[in-house]
T-cell receptor
Framework: EDQVTQSPEALRLQEGESSSLNCSYT??????LFWYRQDPGKGPEFLFT?????EEKEKERLKATLTKKESFLHITAPKPEDSATYLC?????????WGAGTKLIIKP | NAGVTQTPKFQVLKTGQSMTLQCAQD?????MYWYRQDPGMGLRLIYY???????DKGEVPNGYNVSRLNKREFSLRLESAAPSQTSVYFC???????????FGPGTRLTVT
């Protein structure tokens, strides 16, 4: 059964304290892995798509990486405005399978 | 461009009542999707429409119906609401195939 698991469920960091979020997956034939950001009361906002192991994408303080079994979202020197829930999804059988998300809180 | 719009933003129903959630996109996307989001769970696909004139069931279609009215609009109907359908509902759209999807602001539905 296709499955996506994100860890940790919640992460509290001080401003400037770098860390990583994990997305592990089991799918039969990965066709793409997606990262989204979701702010409270809003819809998810697309961040990155990764297609093959070894691929990396960057956007401001965020960098996403992909291996054969998991993806990491690295956050470098985060700011309070980076606080949000980060969602991971994988493409399987023409649908996206979503993880439950990691709630990231950055304290000033 | 407004992107993806959804109405209403909030709704309270009593068990057994019916309602339709409306969704429209102005990005000329072929594919549209309806998801529900519950606490502690990932987004779950209810129905999707790969192109105008087609609809398909997702992971959790029971209790729902959809209509792809035209390329822009995709509605979700609850014929007889149940408390288990209390959730936040998101509409999304995207280009053909599973590429990045663009989401609306959501409808928060409570069924009592």
């Amino acid at each position: 059964e296709d499955q996506v698991t994100q860890s940790p469920e919640a992460l509290r960091l001080q401003e400037g304290e770098s860390s990583s979020l994990n997305c592990s997956y089991t799918v039969s034939g990965l066709r793409g892995l997606f990262w989204y950001r979701q702010d409270p009361g809003k819809g998810p906002e697309f961040l990155f798509t990764l297609y093959s192991a070894g691929e990396e994408k960057e956007k401001e303080r965020l960098k996403a990486t992909l291996t054969k079994k998991e993806s990491f979202l690295h956050i470098t020197a985060p700011k309070p405005e980076d606080s949000a829930t980060y969602l991971c999804a994988v493409h399987s059988n023409y649908q996206l399978i979503w993880g439950a998300g990691t709630k990231l809180i950055i304290k000033p | 461009n407004a992107g993806v719009t959804q109405t209403p933003k909030f709704q309270v129903l009593k068990t057994g009542q019916s309602m339709t959630l409306q969704c429209a996109q102005d990005m000329n996307h072929n594919s549209m999707y309806w998801y529900r989001q519950d606490p502690g769970m990932g987004l779950r696909l209810i129905y999707y429409s790969a192109s105008e004139g087609t609809t398909d069931k997702g992971e959790v279609p029971n209790g729902y119906n959809v209509s792809r009215l035209n390329k822009r609009e995709f509605s979700l109907r609850l014929e007889s609401a149940a408390p288990s359908q209390t959730s936040v509902y998101f509409c999304a759209s995207g280009l053909a195939g599973v590429v990045e999807q663009y989401f609306g602001p959501g409808t928060r539905l409570t069924v009592t």
